[in-house]
């Protein structure tokens, strides 16, 4: 599975369809054989074996393999791409499947021969299967498609739409037929003039499949979206700075580029006035809100410069839609997320020389959202500015990917849940400075947080998610409302499921991590967050007890997610998730 998750979305599709190809080569010869061994007695003694019942049983076959496959992998989303070749060459049949049946069905109708039980149930396990794979497959999510006019679904959708017309007017004919067949005694649907007919189709049907991925990834209507967006003014920075020279000595939010993006909203108003501006310092009004009240909020996100010289950004839209998130919490406007990560692209690619290129650095993103109205008094402001700033960086912690000693703080708390923990406000950081400054005096990188209730659960450390390898279980703290949703949280989840690893989202008492310790089953812990990547935790100090985990080294699994996570953004192993978004 590991070299196969390494392929791209096509080169799954196509290997889908091929593995389809593959069953159908292998399945019919067995099919013939279990016919020649009478194995299938009662199908043939009720008459329903014809030329295409191999093929009928084959491509349900395949459907049945697909949606049983899309419902025991435990996660779907990696495996779809393939999932779908197999259902578009499986889908491509439905409708010979029912030819299939039909002519031997009118003649056993016509004979007045009954059907045992097990041919009944076989037509109705099949029609049922068909009808499931229909439902499920790529087309029908694909037609919506059509009738949403959304985006690269479009074109696609139409090609599947006019195969299933096509398909469908071939069944209709041959039920037309074989309707005037009975009605005046005359065999109107001999196979020899359909046969040739139904196979071309059928081969059509398959060359479809192999052309469609081309035309599905093609974004045909992005173009026409991007016109709607508001235009970006550019005021060119006449006094750029000196680059930094050593990229190796970047550090982490020490630099910052030539431009930055702003954006005014106010109430009445809506967002305004977008531009990309020389970087510089922002004038305030001594009374706005956000100096007094803390409204602000703002993500972190990062452009890479890959090995094959593209820029790439990670997983964008999820930042843009958590940014949204914590505007909700925090009673701010909605951004249009599309245009906010329309404005990253146009900076980023205004400041893309300002791109560190060597191994672990990147451009570090920092949106941000603020109230201006110069007002004293607790109310949600009704002008704010969202800002974009670009910083070179390179490795968050000075140790890099060597293992960071965490405290378990015990006294100060993050978050509560019903608070604004799962918000990105800069309000919740503020009240961490304490913990973390005694945690540092104390030779430790960071605070682990508990729960503010019980102190008793973990929830997260410092700019990190945790996860913990237990002997049979990954765990890592489920989302219930106090801890941020991180991105790369989400993607290490989905990246240890693919390799079969159990993850589990639940509430982990630090006294189980603690014990865990003890009995020697505790093999690694580490944080994930878009600025450290992964960071192995070589150390965990609670209370009295300092637990050394992997005796203080990088274990196997949180380098491999390093390597695999970092191989994908930096474009140096195939995204199979569709993860990054090239933007140069
Ligand atoms: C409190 C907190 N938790 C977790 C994370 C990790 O989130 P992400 O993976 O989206 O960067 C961050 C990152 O900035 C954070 O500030």
Same mark, same amino acid.
């Given at each position: 599975?590991?070299?196969? $998750?390494?392929?791209?979305?096509?080169?799954?599709?196509?290997?889908?369809?091929? !593995?389809?190809?593959?069953?159908?080569?292998?399945?019919?010869?067995?099919?013939?054989?279990?016919?020649?061994?009478?194995?299938?007695?009662?199908?043939?003694?009720?008459?329903?074996?014809?030329?295409?019942?191999?093929?009928?049983?084959?491509?349900?076959?395949?459907?049945?393999?697909?949606?049983?496959?899309?419902?025991?992998?435990?996660?779907?989303?990696?495996?779809?791409?393939?999932?779908?070749?197999?259902?578009?060459?499986?889908? $491509?049949?439905?409708?010979?499947?029912?030819?299939?049946?039909?002519?031997?069905?009118?003649?056993?109708?016509?004979?007045?021969?009954?059907?045992?039980?097990?041919?009944?149930?076989?037509?109705?396990?099949?029609?049922?299967?068909?009808?499931?794979?229909?439902?499920?497959?790529?087309?029908?999510?694909?037609?919506?498609?059509?009738?949403?006019?959304?985006?690269?679904?479009?074109?696609?959708?139409?090609?599947?739409?006019?195969?299933?017309?096509?398909?469908?007017?071939?069944?209709?004919?041959?039920?037309?037929?074989?309707?005037?067949?009975?009605?005046?005694?005359?065999?109107?649907?001999?196979?020899?003039?359909?046969?040739?007919?139904?196979?071309?189709?059928?081969?059509?049907?398959?060359?479809?499949?192999?052309?469609?991925?081309?035309?599905?990834?093609?974004?045909?209507?992005?173009?026409?979206?991007?016109?709607?967006?508001?235009?970006?003014?550019?005021?060119?920075?006449?006094?750029?700075?000196?680059?930094?020279?050593?990229?190796?000595?970047?550090?982490?939010?020490?630099?910052?580029?030539?431009?930055?993006?702003?954006?005014?909203?106010?109430?009445?108003?809506?967002?305004?006035?977008?531009?990309?501006?020389?970087?510089?310092?922002?004038?305030?009004?001594?009374? $706005?809100? !956000?100096?007094?009240?803390?409204?602000?909020?703002?993500?972190?996100?990062?452009?890479?410069?890959?090995?094959?010289?593209?820029?790439?950004?990670?997983?964008?839209?999820?930042?843009?839609?958590?940014?949204?998130?914590?505007?909700?919490?925090?009673?701010?406007?909605?951004?249009?997320?599309?245009?906010?990560?329309?404005?990253?692209?146009?900076?980023?690619?205004?400041?893309?020389?300002?791109?560190?290129?060597?191994?672990?650095?990147?451009?570090?993103?920092?949106?941000?959202?603020?109230?201006?109205?110069?007002?004293?008094?607790?109310?949600?402001?009704?002008?704010?500015?969202?800002?974009?700033?670009?910083?070179?960086?390179?490795?968050?912690?000075?140790?890099?990917?060597?293992?960071?000693?965490?405290?378990?703080?015990?006294? !100060?708390?993050?978050?509560?849940?019903?608070?604004?923990?799962?918000?990105?406000?800069?309000?919740?950081?503020?009240?961490?400075? /304490?913990?973390? /400054?005694?945690?540092?005096?104390?030779?430790?990188?960071?605070?682990?947080?508990?729960?503010?209730?019980?102190?008793?659960?973990?929830?997260?450390?410092?700019?990190?998610?945790?996860?913990?390898?237990?002997?049979?279980?990954?765990?890592?703290? $489920?989302?219930?409302?106090?801890?941020?949703?991180?991105?790369?949280?989400?993607?290490?989840?989905?990246?240890?499921?693919?390799?079969?690893?159990?993850?589990?989202?639940?509430?982990?008492?630090?006294?189980?991590?603690?014990?865990?310790?003890?009995?020697?089953?505790?093999?690694?812990?580490?944080?994930?967050?878009?600025?450290?990547?992964?960071?192995?935790?070589?150390?965990?100090? !609670?209370?009295?007890?300092?637990?050394?985990?992997?005796?203080?080294?990088?274990?196997?699994?949180?380098?491999?997610?390093?390597?695999?996570?970092?191989?994908?953004?930096?474009?140096?192993?195939?995204?199979?998730?569709?993860?990054?978004?090239?933007?140069?």
């Amino acid at each position: 599975m590991g070299k196969f $998750a390494q392929l791209s979305g096509k080169q799954k599709f196509l290997a889908g369809v091929v !593995c389809s190809l593959v069953i159908v080569t292998v399945l019919d010869p067995l099919l013939r054989f279990f016919r020649l061994t009478g194995l299938l007695g009662a199908l043939e003694a009720d008459g329903i074996i014809s030329p295409w019942l191999n093929a009928m049983v084959v491509i349900n076959t395949l459907i049945s393999v697909s949606i049983l496959l899309k419902f025991l992998l435990p996660n779907w989303e990696p495996h779809r791409k393939w999932l779908g070749g197999l259902l578009v060459a499986s889908f $491509a049949g439905i409708p010979l499947t029912f030819m299939s049946i039909f002519p031997t069905l009118r003649d056993v109708f016509a004979e007045n021969r009954p059907l045992s039980t097990g041919s009944i149930w076989f037509l109705v396990i099949i029609a049922f299967v068909s009808l499931v794979g229909l439902l499920i497959s790529p087309q029908f999510h694909l037609l919506r498609g059509i009738i949403r006019k959304k985006d690269t679904e479009f074109t696609a959708g139409l090609i599947s739409a006019i195969m299933f017309v096509i398909m469908l007017i071939i069944f209709v004919r041959q039920i037309f037929l074989a309707f005037l067949s009975s009605l005046s005694g005359i065999e109107l649907t001999a196979v020899a003039p359909t046969e040739p007919l139904i196979s071309m189709f059928h081969s059509l049907g398959y060359a479809i499949v192999l052309i469609y991925w081309p035309v599905l990834s093609r974004p045909i209507l992005q173009n026409k979206k991007e016109k709607t967006f508001m235009q970006i003014t550019f005021e060119r920075n006449t006094a750029p700075k000196q680059k930094p020279q050593d990229q190796s000595k970047l550090g982490f939010g020490n630099y910052f580029t030539d431009h930055m993006f702003m954006l005014n909203y106010d109430e009445g108003q809506g967002w305004h006035s977008p531009r990309i501006v020389p970087y510089g310092p922002i004038s305030l009004d001594p009374a $706005a809100m !956000c100096l007094h009240y803390g409204q602000e909020v703002f993500e972190g996100m990062k452009a890479y410069y890959g090995a094959d010289g593209k820029i790439r950004l990670f997983r964008p839209a999820e930042n843009m839609a958590r940014l949204n998130l914590s505007n909700e919490r925090l009673c701010i406007p909605q951004l249009d997320e599309g245009f906010a990560l329309h404005a990253i692209e146009e900076l980023v690619k205004v400041e893309k020389d300002w791109i560190p290129t060597e191994d672990g650095t990147s451009l570090y993103i920092r949106p941000y959202i603020f109230a201006i109205d110069p007002f004293l008094g607790v109310r949600p402001a009704t002008q704010y500015i969202f800002a974009i700033i670009l910083s070179p960086v390179g490795a968050y912690y000075p140790e890099g990917l060597n293992p960071v000693k965490i405290y378990v703080e015990q006294e !100060c708390v993050r978050a509560v849940r019903g608070g604004t923990g799962y918000a990105k406000a800069g309000g919740n950081y503020a009240g961490t400075l /304490k913990a973390q /400054k005694a945690a540092n005096a104390m030779g430790y990188a960071q605070a682990l947080w508990l729960d503010g209730i019980e102190r008793k659960y973990i929830e997260e450390v410092g700019a990190m998610n945790v996860f913990f390898v237990l002997e049979d279980e990954i765990v890592t703290p $489920a989302l219930q409302g106090s801890i941020l949703s991180g991105i790369t949280r989400k993607s290490c989840i989905e990246l240890l499921r693919t390799k079969g690893y159990t993850v589990t989202e639940r509430p982990i008492a630090i006294d189980e991590i603690i014990q865990a310790s003890k009995a020697g089953k505790l093999k690694e812990a580490f944080g994930s967050g878009t600025a450290v990547v992964v960071s192995p935790i070589g150390a965990l100090r !609670c209370g009295e007890d300092e637990l050394i985990i992997n005796n203080g080294a990088t274990g196997a699994i949180t380098q491999a997610l390093y390597d695999e996570l970092t191989g994908i953004q930096w474009g140096k192993i195939a995204d199979g998730y569709n993860w990054t978004k090239v933007i140069a």
